[in-house]
C-alpha cells in the first residue's frame, strides 16, 4: 500500500526508541494509522516521510487488519498516546527527557503536569503550543534546541506534525521526534479515549466521531482505507 509499518510490539518500540536516544542521532518515529495510509497515497512528501522514518508503529486497528490479510500478523496497536505515556512512566529509571509540543495553548502544560503527578521524576524539559505562525518558527525550534529533549512529541495533527519534524529535523538536534496526533488533548484529560470494550472491538473510531464530529473527516478515509486494502494484491496470490 506504498508504505511501511514496523513489526513491533510496544515494548519493542520502547526498547528501540531507547536505541535511538542513545545514539544520539536523529530519528524519525511515525505512528501510522488508516488515514495516514490514505493520505500518503496522494501526497508524495507525506509517503515518502513515512518510508524514510527510522520506525513506523501500527497505530490504528485499521493497520493490524491490514497486515493480516498481508499475512502479516502484527501483536498490537502501538499508538502515540500509549507511547508517551509509556515514555514519562519510564523517565524517572531511564532519565530519557521529554518535550511536548502542540495543541491549543495551554494544553501541552497541562499534559505534562499529569504525566509529572503519576510519575513523579518524569522529566518534561519544555512544553509548547502548536499555533504558532511562520514569523514564530525559528524561536519554537531555538526553544527545542536550548531545552535539549531526547524525545520531542509533536501533537499537531497529520500529516502537519510529520512534515514539521521532516523540515526541522536536522535542526532540532533532538535524537528521537515523534508525531503524536491528539495525544496531548488526552494526556491533559480535554479529550477522553474511547471506553476498553469500544477498543477492544475496534470502534475507538466510531467513539471519535461522537464526542468530536470534527472527526468525521478522519473517519471518511476508513472506507477508503479498506478499497485500497482490498485491491492490493495479497503476497500469496
Ligand atoms: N493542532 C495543532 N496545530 C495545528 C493543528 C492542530 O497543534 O495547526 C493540534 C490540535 O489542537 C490537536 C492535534 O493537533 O491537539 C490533532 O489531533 P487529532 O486527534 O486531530 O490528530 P490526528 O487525528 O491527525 O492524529
Redesign the pocket.
Known sequence: MDVCVHEVTMAQAMDTIERFVATGEPHHVVTLDASMCVGARHDAELRKIVCEAELVTPDSAGILWAAKRFGIRLQERVSGVEIVAELAARSPRTGISLYLL???PG?AEEAAHNLQQAHPGCRIVGTG???FGPDKEAQVVEAIRQAKPDVLCV????P?QEKWIAHHRDALGTPVMIGV??T??VLSGRARRAPNWMRRTNLEWLYRVITNPRKIG?VMTLPRFVVMAMAERRPAE
Open positions: 502542540g495543541a491549543a494544553v503550543d502548536g499555533y501533537a499537531m495533527g497529520i502537519k496526533g491528539g496531548l488533548d478522519k
